[in-house]
C-alpha cells in the first residue's frame, strides 16, 4: 500500500513539475539555435532567439561546473537584455571559443513590473570536435586508381 | 651607251620624285574625294576593333577582373569570415603561395590529375580551418584555367561553371571545385600548400565579422546556407554621386558620341527630343546610340551575318577593346573608377554570343544603381552589338565616416520580410502564394541567395548604404537602410 502511495505521490510530482515547466515557457519565445537537447561540436557558439511579439527579454547563457547529478550552473553571460518592438524579431549573440560540456540557455520575458514572467530553456552539449582525417574522408584506393589511370593516360594517350 | 656617275643619280632622284609625288597624289585625292581630315587618321574605327590595344581609357585584363567575388575563411570552429579579393592576398602573390598560384602549379603538372568526389567528402573536409574562394557570376572551370595557366587540359572540360574553389589545411596537397551543376572535384598540388595554410589561419583569427548560415538563426525547419553577419560595425555613411554628363551639354554629348561613329559621324542623323535625350542614327537604323537625360549612353549595332561567333575570353577581349575606345572606365570628367563583374553569361543570343555585366565599386564596397549596371557590353559573332554605360563620379572619402551598429541583417529580413514577399508577388518571382504570415517568411527566407552590404543610389543621386538583400536566384534585389532597417528601393534583375 505504501509501494502505491509513494508512486502515485511521485508521479504527481512528476506531473505537477512537467506541467510547471511548460507553463514558465514563453509560447511567443523560441530558441533557435542551439535546438533543445542537441549537441554540437562548435567552438563559436551562436545563440538566436525568435521573439515573435513586441517583448523586452534577458537572455543568460550557464555552463554547468558540476555534475549531472548535481549541477551548479556558472554564468558564461547573464541578463542580456533586448526589447523589440516589432511583432517578429531574433535576440542574436555570439559566444565565443565554447569549451565542452553541458550548457543552459535562459531567455526571461520580462513584464511590465520589471520581472520574469516567463522563463524559456534550451539544454545542450558541447562537444570537442573531431579534425577531418584526409585519409578518412577519401578512399585512398580510389584516388590511387584514379591517379593510375592519369598516368596511363598522360603517357599512352586517351 | 654607258651613264655617267652624275647621270645614274639624276636619274635615280627623279625616280624618287616620282614616286613621291605619286603617294601625294594619292593621299590628296583620299583628302578630297573621301573628306577625310587629319584628325581622323589619328582616331579609329570601332567597327574595324576586334582585339589588340587601342590608345583609350582604361579598363583591367581579364585576369584582373575574372577574379573571386570574395572569399570566405573558417577555423571549422562555427562561423565563416568574409574578405573582398583587394584587402587580402589569397589569390595572387610574388612569392607564388595564393589559390591562383597553387591551381596554376596544378594544371602545370604532368600528368594532371582531378577527381569527382562527393559532396559529404567535400563539406567534411572543409569543415576544418579551410577557405572558399566564392564566384557570383559564371566562368567555365576551362575558362579560369586558361587565364590562370594559358591552357585548359582536356580533363577540366567535364567541371561546369566554377562556384567555388577551395584549399582545406586537412588536405594542403589538393585543391577543391564546386560547380554549378552541384558536382565536386579534387585537384592534386604538386607540393603542399604550407603557406596558404597558415596565411588563412591568421584571417580565421582577425577582428573580421562572423557570418552563419541563415538557417542557423531559423531553426531546423529552414534550409538555406546563405551567409548573414551576426553583427556589424560599419563605417559607410550616405554621399552625393554625380552623373556622367549633363544631357545640355550638346558638346559634351557629341564629343562622346563621335567615339561611336568616328569614321562615319558625318553621316549620323542626330534627333535632339523634347525629354532632353538625344538619339544618334547611322543608315536605317544598323547603329544607334542614345545619350540620356539621366547619363546613361546606350549603343545598339545590327549584328552581320557572315561574322563567326567566338569564344568567351575572345569575346572579353573584344568588349575590353571597345570599352577602352569608349574611354574606358573613366567618366566623361575624367574620373577613374573601380569596375568588377557584375554578371556573365554564355550564348545569350543562341549563337555563341557573351555577356558581360559590369559594376562599379567604391573602396571594398559595391555602388549599385537601382534601375541599371554600370555597363553592359554583348558580343555576338565577334561584334559588339549592344554597349551600356552608366558612370558617377563621387569622392570616395566623403563615402567613409566613424564606424555605427548596423542593424542586424537577420531582424531587417524579420522586420521587411511582407515588403519583400509583395515585390515577389508582384514581379511574379513566386511559384505558388504563401498561406498565413509563418509561410510568407518562410517563402522568403528561402528565397534569399546572398545578404551583403554596399551602397545604393537612385534618381536622387544620394549613394545610401544600404544592406543588400538578393532573392530568387539573384532575379531581384532589394535595398534597406543599414542603420535603420528601413526599406529603401528594389531592382528586378
Not at chain 2, 563605417?235 to 551639354?249: H, I, M, S, T
Request: contains cysteine; proline residues 2%.
Amino acid at each position: 500500500m505504501r509501494k502505491i502511495v509513494a508512486l502515485i505521490v511521485m508521479a504527481a510530482m512528476l506531473l505537477v513539475n512537467t506541467s510547471f515547466a511548460f507553463a514558465a515557457a514563453d509560447p511567443y519565445i523560441t530558441i533557435v539555435n542551439p535546438a533543445n537537447e542537441t549537441t554540437i561540436t562548435s567552438g563559436n557558439l551562436l545563440v538566436s532567439v525568435k521573439i515573435s511579439k513586441k517583448a523586452t527579454v534577458k537572455v543568460s547563457l550557464y555552463k554547468n561546473t558540476g555534475t549531472d547529478a548535481a549541477p551548479a550552473w556558472q554564468a558564461v553571460f547573464a541578463n542580456d537584455s533586448f526589447t523589440t518592438k516589432s511583432n517578429l524579431s531574433f535576440y542574436t549573440r555570439k559566444v565565443e571559443n565554447v569549451s565542452s560540456g553541458k550548457y543552459r540557455i535562459k531567455v526571461d520575458t520580462i513584464g511590465s513590473n520589471g520581472t520574469a514572467v516567463y522563463s524559456t530553456y534550451s539544454n545542450v552539449t558541447v562537444k570537442e570536435k573531431a579534425g577531418a582525417d584526409e585519409k578518412a574522408v577519401f578512399n585512398s584506393n580510389t584516388g590511387a586508381a584514379t591517379f593510375l589511370q592519369s598516368l596511363l593516360q598522360s603517357i599512352f594517350g586517351s | 651607251m654607258e651613264r655617267t656617275p652624275r647621270e645614274n643619280l639624276i636619274e635615280k632622284t627623279k625616280t624618287v620624285i616620282i614616286v613621291v609625288l605619286s603617294v601625294c597624289m594619292v593621299l590628296l585625292l583620299c583628302f578630297f574625294w573621301l573628306n577625310i581630315s587629319l584628325k581622323d587618321i589619328k582616331s579609329f574605327s570601332i567597327d574595324s576593333l576586334t582585339s589588340g590595344e587601342v590608345d583609350g581609357g582604361n579598363m583591367p585584363e581579364a585576369k584582373a577582373l575574372f577574379v573571386p567575388s570574395r572569399f570566405a575563411v573558417t577555423d571549422g570552429t562555427g562561423g565563416d569570415r568574409l574578405f573582398d579579393i583587394g584587402s587580402v592576398a589569397c589569390w595572387r602573390t610574388e612569392a607564388g603561395t595564393g589559390m591562383a598560384d597553387l591551381l596554376e602549379a596544378s594544371l602545370n603538372t604532368k600528368p594532371f590529375f582531378v577527381e569527382e568526389i562527393t559532396k559529404e567528402q567535400y563539406d567534411k573536409i572543409l569543415d576544418t580551418l579551410s577557405v572558399k574562394a566564392v564566384f557570383d557570376y559564371k566562368l567555365r572551370f576551362a575558362d579560369l584555367c586558361t587565364l590562370v595557366s594559358g591552357n585548359a587540359p582536356a580533363e577540366v572540360e567535364q567541371v561546369g561553371a566554377i562556384e567555388e574553389l577551395s584549399f582545406s589545411t586537412a588536405s594542403e596537397g589538393s585543391l577543391f571545385v564546386k560547380d554549378d551543376r552541384g558536382k565536386y572535384y579534387r585537384l592534386l598540388l604538386p607540393e603542399r600548400g604550407g603557406y596558404l595554410s597558415s596565411y588563412i589561419e591568421t584571417l580565421s583569427q582577425s577582428e573580421k565579422e562572423l557570418y552563419f548560415p541563415i538557417d542557423s538563426y531559423l531553426g531546423e525547419t529552414a534550409v538555406n546556407k546563405t551567409l548573414v553577419p551576426i553583427e556589424l560595425y560599419a563605417e559607410l555613411q550616405d554621399f552625393k554621386v554625380n552623373r556622367d554628363f549633363d544631357a545640355k551639354n550638346r558638346e559634351t554629348i557629341d564629343g562622346l558620341a563621335k567615339r561611336f561613329f568616328s569614321e562615319s559621324f558625318d553621316f549620323v542623323r542626330k534627333i535632339e527630343e523634347e525629354s532632353g535625350r538625344t538619339v544618334y542614327m547611322y543608315g536605317y537604323g544598323q547603329r544607334i546610340l542614345i545619350a540620356d537625360v539621366d547619363g546613361t549612353l546606350e549603343y545598339k549595332k545590327e549584328a552581320s551575318d557572315d561574322s563567326a561567333s567566338v569564344s568567351f575570353l575572345e569575346a572579353f577581349k573584344i568588349a575590353r577593346t571597345f570599352i577602352k575606345a569608349q574611354g574606358g572606365v573613366a567618366t566623361a570628367s575624367g574620373d577613374e573608377l573601380q569596375p568588377y563583374i557584375k554578371s556573365t553569361e554564355y550564348n545569350f543570343d543562341g549563337n555563341g554570343g557573351s555577356r558581360f555585366v559590369f559594376g562599379l565599386k567604391c573602396g571594398e564596397y559595391r555602388l549599385l544603381n537601382d534601375s541599371s549596371d554600370a555597363i553592359v557590353i554583348e558580343v555576338s559573332k565577334g561584334q559588339v552589338t549592344y554597349f551600356k554605360r552608366s558612370f558617377v563620379s563621387f569622392d570616395e572619402k566623403s563615402a567613409v565616416g566613424h564606424p555605427l551598429e548596423a542593424m542586424a541583417a537577420i531582424n531587417v529580413i524579420a522586420k521587411n520580410y511582407k515588403e519583400i514577399y509583395n515585390i515577389m508577388t508582384e514581379n511574379v518571382l513566386l511559384k505558388e502564394d504563401a498561406a498565413g504570415e509563418d509561410a510568407e517568411f518562410e517563402i522568403v527566407t528561402d528565397a534569399i541567395t546572398e545578404i551583403s552590404y554596399g551602397y545604393v543610389y537612385g534618381d536622387d543621386n544620394v549613394a545610401r548604404s544600404a544592406w543588400i538583400i538578393t532573392c530568387a536566384n539573384g532575379g531581384l534585389e532589394v535595398y534597406f537602410s543599414l542603420y535603420e532597417g528601413e526599406f529603401l528601393s528594389y531592382r528586378v534583375q
